[in-house]
């Protein structure tokens, strides 16, 4: 047995955490938030409860919600940082600023942007058990590529037999900043992006009926 002088933990323990902590993060997904509820509290500030559930010890760092969008696309609440941090089973409130008055819907529908660490995901609200199943039920696969991506962005998919779709590019924020419409009967379809550069979201809709089919993180580095 090899035994490891005491100048030699001192650097091999910090090592050790930081695996540790890049072991635990590949571990995480999107399925594992659910936000449970959505509300005013007493001193009117709107609030919205993610739980982070998981099998075992698990954190992320800098967890917010950076906006709450209804099914029409449009953004009603949006947050800023205000936590380091965030353990798995868990709740956490996190304010959001808004120009509606109390009380809040109770019959609400539609997605939460939740943002962790250099990633975000767009969580259906009222949460499901399944987590994204009810977001991701319209498109029974689908693969984007390149990501990251330069200048144009591809979404290869099966499952869905509408005629068009409507792609929307959206910022953290939750603001849409490109529209534009496909014929799906290729199964394939090209998005442009040559204007656009960072850190976005990529949203599918049924152009006929506005059903929102599939979203992803997406980044570009034009």
Known sequence: MVLLKTTHMKYLIPFLLFFVSIHSFSYINCGMFCVQSIEFDSSGVLQANVLFEADSELFINYPYVSAVIDLQGDTIATGTLN?????????????????????????????????????FCELYYPCEPSGLTKFNSGVSHWIVYPNPAINQINVKFSGFYGEK????????????????????????????????KGLYYIRLRDLKNSQILFGQRIIINN
Request: a negative charge; proline letters at 3%.
């Open 165 to 196: 779709l409507l792609a929307e590019i959206i910022q953290t924020d939750g603001r849409v900043v490109y529209k534009s419409v496909h014929e799906a009967k290729n199964k394939v379809i090209d998005i442009d992006l040559s204007a656009l």
């Open 83 to 119: 936590f380091f941090g965030q353990f798995s089973n868990s709740t956490q409130e996190y304010s959001l600023e808004t120009d509606l008055l109390p009380p809040f819907d109770s019959n609400f529908e539609g997605f939460v942007l939740f943002n962790y660490d250099t990633l």
